[in-house]
């Protein structure tokens, strides 16, 4: 007697096993961009984890940016190369989100569609700072406030962007899914393993 076992469709998709293989390449394209420019402007202690780059000054450089201390802040390093080290990670999304796009219009592959939608949930952050911009409330350490405080970049606006990147690069992405039964919760599902099989598991492990 053969006894045949059922795999839930979902598991059987490719839409989920390579949107969960994109997440890693999704957050470390985004730190990647702030660790190179760490070492090109030659911070001390420089240091790629596995959900952030930092540096071994960058707790007392952004605390006297944030009291106001400017002159102090400078004696650690330039603030405007902290800045363009700061928007260095959002411009690696931009343009990972970007040439995603281009990319899966052309060839909607999975891996390409999933890597997209990863990198565009990086700005589901400003969506919560917006919100506490309404209500007189300030959220500390994001990418966007520290290039505002170095390079007098508008931080609302940035923010504002960056949402509106998020819902136009979903709206696009998520089309190439759903163009195959249960692609699009397939898809879903791949963001949610991949998260955590890379913070949970692969992350800590490589890049600790």
Request: with cysteine; aromatic share 12%.
């Amino acid at each position: 007697m053969q006894f045949a076992i059922a795999v839930p469709s979902i598991l059987r998709s490719r839409w989920m096993w390579w949107t969960a293989a994109a997440f890693p390449v999704a957050v470390l394209s985004h730190e990647i961009g702030h660790y190179v420019a760490y070492r090109a402007f030659g911070f001390r202690g420089a240091v790629l984890h596995y959900g952030s780059a930092s540096h071994a000054v960058a707790g007392e450089f952004w605390r006297l940016m944030k009291e106001g201390d400017v002159a102090a802040a400078t004696l650690i390093h330039a603030p405007w190369q902290a800045g363009v080290a700061a928007a260095a990670g959002l411009l690696m999304t931009y343009a990972t989100i970007a040439a995603c796009v281009l990319i899966a219009r052309r060839r909607p592959h999975p891996f390409v569609v999933g890597l997209g939608l990863i990198a565009a949930i990086r700005f589901l952050g400003s969506a919560l700072v917006v919100v506490m911009f309404m209500f007189g409330r300030r959220q500390n350490g994001s990418d966007e406030q520290h290039v505002a405080m170095t390079l007098n970049v508008p931080e609302l606006a940035m923010h504002l962007v960056g949402i509106t990147v998020l819902f136009a690069s979903w709206r696009v992405l998520l089309r190439f899914p759903a163009q195959e039964p249960g692609g699009r919760a397939a898809t879903l599902a791949g963001i949610v393993l991949g998260g955590i099989l890379y913070i949970g598991v692969l992350g800590p492990w490589l890049l600790p």
